[in-house]
């Protein structure tokens, strides 16, 4: 069991630009989360997939915003025309039906 | 209208002794689930402890146990003889029903900082 793992671990854009972030759950795991977080808050929920379906996404998700998992393994969340607004860490977890969330190390996204 | 409230924005414990990190939680589903997570500086949000809303005894794990009151709406975590590796930002969260009738997502409160002297 390798844990769930995020890439890039930093990524530093210009305003504008589209970024990609890649989620490997662990392997047994069927369902996938997308958090984000900001300086001295807790993670706020994005969106969720079961296997390769997304079954939920938060208001926050904006139109630029899209996340998704094919084959129902690792998971993108692509942000087009980033905003300076975006910069946060984004927290991946996953977990096996209701039991609890295993969170990866995140993404930090700076946007400049 | 907040849905877990965490008050304490940053608490001091000596090596050694117990503490107290409160939470409560506000909802009007009759099945929920409590959570307790740990985030160090490296920015990773560790599993602790789960509680759920139908669970009879409190949930223990190894020093960690959690203080749950259901009428009080409250899940407090204590750790018992604290080490200097408990330094770090502890999150209480809840788990509901959404509004899709699945049980999904997580919502966390702002978070307490405990620092772990010697």
């Known amino acids: 069991d390798t844990g769930v793992s995020q890439n890039p671990r930093h990524k530093i854009t210009k305003r504008g630009q589209n970024v990609t972030f890649r989620c490997d759950p662990i392997?047994?795991?069927?369902?996938l989360y997308w958090y984000r977080q900001t300086l001295g808050q807790g993670p706020e929920f994005l969106t969720y997939?079961?296997?390769?379906?997304?079954?939920?996404k938060s208001r926050l998700l904006s139109d630029r915003f899209s996340a998704e998992r094919p084959k129902g393994s690792f998971s993108t969340l692509e942000i087009q025309r980033t905003e300076q607004g975006d910069s946060a860490m984004y927290l991946c977890?996953?977990?096996?039906?209701?039991?609890?969330?295993?969170f990866g190390p995140g993404t930090r996204l700076t946007v400049t | 209208a907040q849905k877990i409230t965490q008050t304490q924005p940053g608490m001091f414990v000596q090596e050694k002794e117990a503490v107290t990190l409160d939470c409560t939680y506000d909802?009007?589903?009759?099945?929920?689930?409590l959570f307790w997570y740990k985030q160090p500086s490296s920015g990773e949000m560790i599993f602790l402890i789960y509680?759920?809303?139908?669970?009879?005894q409190n949930a223990t794990e190894g020093r960690y146990s959690l203080n749950f009151q259901k009428a009080r709406k409250s899940a407090n975590l204590v750790i018992s003889a604290s080490q200097l590796g408990d330094s770090a930002m502890y999150f209480c969260a809840m788990r509901e029903l959404s509004y899709t009738g699945t049980a999904s997502k997580l919502t966390f409160g702002t978070g307490t900082r405990l620092q772990v002297t010697l």
């Open positions: 977890a996953s977990s096996r039906d209701r039991t609890e969330q295993y």
């Open positions: 509680q759920g809303s139908y669970d009879q």
């Open positions: 997939f079961q296997n390769e379906a997304q079954l939920e």
């Open positions: 392997s047994e795991h069927n369902r």
């Open positions: 909802t009007s589903d009759p099945s929920y689930g």
